[in-house]
T-cell receptor, first 117, second 114 residues
């Protein structure tokens, strides 16, 4: 059962345009929603994250919009640049494992973004 | 700090062979995890550890073994490699008290099983 659904699988955007990637989740126990960025041949790296009590978070050109009632969240990349070309993963964090403080991450399947010059 | 390091970068195995993927971190993180990444599948959790001597299974643990004898190291063992284990493997670490969901990933090991 896929708990985090991500779309689209791939996306081509012109330089200067807005890139939008959407995710939907099923488990209402998820309590943190990070986005990871991965360049070819590299490991994923945390880009931006949001908690469910906030509807929007902005960091530079990157914005997360969160709709708790619809169980959906999205990443918007404003003024997209060729350097933003990468694979983006949304994820959802489960409550800590027992009393350890560790939270497991459930990832979407990823979106390959290409920003054309 | 080197962060999270993984060795080897590439490996080719024959079916039935065993091997260990190495992972080390120098950030004194309590938590470490192993993921596999397959095309169109995202990252799936194999095993994780919340401290030395404490490990647990993730979503896809079959065919893999882990142990955590030190804070720094978290090796992943393939007991008898199968073609279905062809994948890119990522190790990640995170720290107690850090932002939930923030994990630091290594550069990955690309494994091919023939």
């Amino acid at each position: 059962q896929q708990q985090v659904k991500q779309s689209p699988q791939s996306l081509i955007v012109q330089k200067g345009g807005i890139s939008i990637i959407n995710c939907a989740y099923e488990n209402t126990a998820f309590d943190y929603f990070p986005w990871y960025q991965q360049f070819p041949g590299k490991g994923p790296a945390l880009l931006i994250a949001i908690r469910p009590d906030v509807s929007e978070k902005k960091e530079g050109r990157f914005t997360i919009s969160f709709n708790k009632s619809a169980k959906q969240f999205s990443l918007h990349i404003m003024d997209s640049q060729p350097g933003d070309s990468a694979t983006y993963f949304c994820a959802a964090s489960s409550p800590p494992w027992r009393n350890s403080g560790y939270s497991t991450l459930t990832f979407g399947k990823g979106t390959m973004l290409l920003v054309s010059p | 700090n080197a962060g999270v390091t993984q060795t080897p970068k590439f490996q080719v195995l024959k079916t039935g062979q065993s091997m260990t993927l190495q992972c080390a971190q120098d950030m004194n993180h309590e938590y470490m995890s192993w993921y596999r990444q397959d095309p169109g599948m995202g990252l799936r959790l194999i095993h994780y550890s919340v401290g030395a001597g404490i490990t647990d299974q993730g979503e896809v643990p079959n065919g893999y073994n882990v142990s955590r004898s030190t804070t720094e190291d978290f090796p992943l063992r393939l007991l008898s490699a199968a073609p279905s284990q062809t994948s890119v493997y990522f190790c990640a670490s995170s720290y107690r008290g850090g932002p939930t969901g923030e994990q630091f990933f290594g550069p990955g090991t690309r494994l091919t099983v023939l």
